[in-house]
């Protein structure tokens, strides 16, 4: 289903890929990734309060969990994902410098040195375009290749 949502998302289905999120969410209610990734495609279809209550529980659904287990690598770069994509930058950069500090294995440190590179490339600015040319991909007014096809090298999701 994970999969499907990401084919529906390409074909602008966003009704199947609601129902697609809402299954999940149904198989998996214990995982705030799905309620971010619904909050967030509803967000770009405008359904503005819809999506911040899901948003929303899934913030708090991540700093519950994390709290219990500050060990689960995922579920940091989840939340730490969540918080760039809902535009907490300097929270996200905050949590991924308390990440550094943390008994983590070599590959694991290795990955928070990429992500940490990729996040000092950053840019807001960058990403509320993207964001824009998401809503005007949701609309129809630009293809997937456009979407695709814009720089990406100053943006870190």
Known sequence: LYFKSGLLFRKRDSIELIKVLDKLISIHP???YYYGAKGNYLLWMGKIKESQDLIVKAFEMYESYLKK???DFNLHFEY???LIV???TSKARSHLNALKKGQWSQDQKETIALYERDFD???IDKYNIYVERLKMFWKGNISLQELELMPQDNISF
């Open 121 to 123: 490339k950053y840019n």
């Open 86 to 88: 809902a535009g907490d």
């Open 80 to 82: 730490i994902n969540l």
């Open 30 to 32: 214990d995982k705030p």
């Open 69 to 71: 287990d500050d060990k």
